[in-house]
């Protein structure tokens, strides 16, 4: 079955600085990529996804990048505010509808 | 609030108990999904349900596990003789399958501690 991974397990950087997480995935059937933002007491949030047939997609401050056939795909979080720490999974599916593999989370804290 | 909505948010019980949580999803989510959360780690699948029909359940859902979603709408998950293990968040997620990529969106989870 998949397997996702995902380093670093925690990331502290100054507020206004860039916050750079990096996942790995195992199974090649893979095609949907979303990358959710967990806050203490709250269920995961869904900050961007892209799928199989994308390299990159980007959203305000945030981009993530695919690279298929390495099975590589990359969080960047531009512009880092103290509202953005929190723990980050990122995850692999076939589609968006079916089940959803999760890494294991990055706990980002942003510094002011 | 038009989210996917878990009841309760907190659940103690006694080893040996039964408990009972509740999930409602996104109104006209045809999906919904449970998965168990340990402390500092990712969510973990445990089951599916498109409409009625459970189609997926994981090998983590053990016998004394079951779930159910009797008319399509909102879903429950038991468990029976729980264990110091089942202690976790139990997530609730629902999506739509139809008209393109939905993602899944989740509710703010029920937290089980065992006594």
């Known amino acids: 079955g998949e397997n996702v991974e995902q380093h670093p397990s925690t990331l502290s950087v100054q507020e206004g600085d860039s916050a750079v997480i990096k996942c790995t995935y195992s199974d090649s059937a893979s095609n949907y990529f979303p990358w959710y933002k967990q806050e203490l007491g709250k269920g995961p949030q869904l900050i961007i996804d892209i799928r199989s047939n994308v390299g990159e997609k980007k959203d305000q401050r945030i981009a993530v990048t695919l690279n298929k056939t390495a099975k590589h795909f990359s969080l960047h979080i531009t512009e880092t505010q103290p509202e953005d720490s929190a723990v980050y999974f990122c995850a692999a599916s076939e589609t968006s509808y079916d089940k959803v593999i999760f890494g294991p989370g990055t706990s980002l804290s942003v510094i002011p | 609030d038009t989210g996917v909505s878990q009841d309760p948010r907190h659940k103690i019980t006694k080893r040996g108990q039964n408990v009972t949580f509740r999930c409602d999803p996104i109104?006209?989510?045809?999906?919904l999904y449970w998965y168990r959360q340990t402390l500092g780690q990712g969510p973990e699948f445990l089951t599916y349900?498109?409409?009625?029909?459970?189609?997926?359940k994981s090998r983590l859902l053990s016998d004394r596990f079951s779930a159910e979603r009797p008319k399509g709408s909102f879903s429950t998950l038991e468990i029976q003789r729980t264990e110091q293990g089942d202690s976790a968040m139990y997530l609730c997620?629902?999506?739509?399958?139809?008209?393109?990529?939905?993602?899944?969106?989740f509710g703010d989870g029920t937290r089980l501690s065992i006594l």
């Open positions: 997620a629902s999506s739509f399958s139809h008209a393109g990529d939905q993602p899944q969106h």
């Open positions: 109104s006209e989510h045809n999906r």
């Open positions: 349900f498109q409409n009625e029909a459970q189609l997926e």
